[in-house]
């Protein structure tokens, strides 16, 4: 029988390398496709030797072609830390722009069904909670954020008229934080960090007063919906995450027990428009995926902590190991 063939972009991160196993899982001929800038092909090392396993480095911010049949994008590809998309800004908005439009284009050519990644940053710092697919928002365009926030923004709207003038069969996942192993210990967001921090014995730096809320999924929690969504005929944005909502303090408790840790907990200034509050409303997911998060945070944790545990100790200390000079400078 032939496989179906689905490209996956930012395959070599986090959720894509994720999503790589996932669709090999189920038989599916993968595409995978990363400029590997955020990315690592550590992550999908292991798939190589499979034949229906196929890897690209391109930039999808440039035109995308793919040879043959396609069935399913999954558009993955971008800087999705802050500190990342601080320091790539314009990479940032354009591959949410340009890469969007690009694999849209490839999607209406080849006729294919396109998923795209987009995020609970598109309600900003939310006056509405917890956030219901319905919230427009509340977002600084001209903030430091505002980069990644209004690229997934332009992302969903460009979709949105793909399906509408081009009856191209979309879905747009809007994912909120999410956590597991293959996180970059460096990526500066708040798990790897303190993980990081308790693994070298430093303090864990809680920027601001520590009130601020997210809620956390585990990765595989995430990857399942994102896997149903898929596959279902809703095209409207679905929020996909764990309601279970914490303060960033709380967490930092939980970290400092979880990883037996000595250390204090140190205060840093928020930075500009870290958004307060933030916590998804899945009642949509739950009516048309039939699907809710089913890992507490304790047994995520816990898988995560024994991941960074096991990465070879010269990784604790390394400051950087992706070369945004190269990129910059091309
Ligand atoms: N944060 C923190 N210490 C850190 C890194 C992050 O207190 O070392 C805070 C950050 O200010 C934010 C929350 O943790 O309020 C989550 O940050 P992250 O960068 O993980 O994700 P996002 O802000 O995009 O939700």
Redesign the pocket.
Known sequence: MIKKRILITGAAGFLGSHLCDRFIKEDFEVLAMDNLITGDLKNIEHLFRLPQFSFYEHDVSNFVHVSGKLDYILHFASPA???DYLKIPIQTLKVGSLGTHHLLGLAKDKNARILVAST??IYGDPHVHPQKEDYWGNVNPVGPRGVYDEAKRFQEAITMAYHTYHQVETRIVRIF?TYGPRMRLND????P??IG?ALRGED?????D?L?T?SFCFVDDLIEGIYRLLLSDYTGPVNIGNPDEIT?KD??EEITKLTNSKQKVVY?P??TD??TQ?QPDISLAKKILGWEPKISRAEGLKITYEYFKSLPKENLYKKEHNDFERYIKK
């Open positions: 830390s802050p500190i609970s940053e934080n500066g967001r708040v798990l960090a303190f921090q864990l730096t809680i920027f601001g520590g601020q997210r960033i967490f930092a840093k928020l930075p870290d958004p933030r």
